[in-house]
């Protein structure tokens, strides 16, 4: 339910107003939990206990309405 429900919104935005959504600002994203979890990677489905994402900074340019 919540993957049809939230996920759907987010191109949109509107899924940073449902509670259990959190927003945060940061180069460096950690995830660890106690048992595996699916991560999709680049259409490749995974499992991982831990999940480190990076943001590297300008590897992609984009153009953004009203620049």
């Known amino acids: 339910k ?3 429900n939230v ?3 987010v191109y949109a935005g509107e ?3 449902y509670r259990n959504v959190h927003h945060c600002r940061g180069k460096e994203l950690r995830i660890v939990c106690e048992k595996a979890f ?3 990677v680049d259409g490749e489905e995974e499992k ?3 999940l480190v994402i990076t943001l590297m ?3 992609l340019r984009m153009r953004v309405p009203g620049e």
Do not use: I
């Open 38 to 40: 699916r991560v999709d």
């Open 48 to 50: 991982a206990q831990e």
């Open 57 to 59: 900074p300008k590897a």
């Open 15 to 17: 899924h940073l107003r």
């Open 2 to 4: 919540f993957v049809s």
């Open 7 to 9: 996920l759907a919104k």
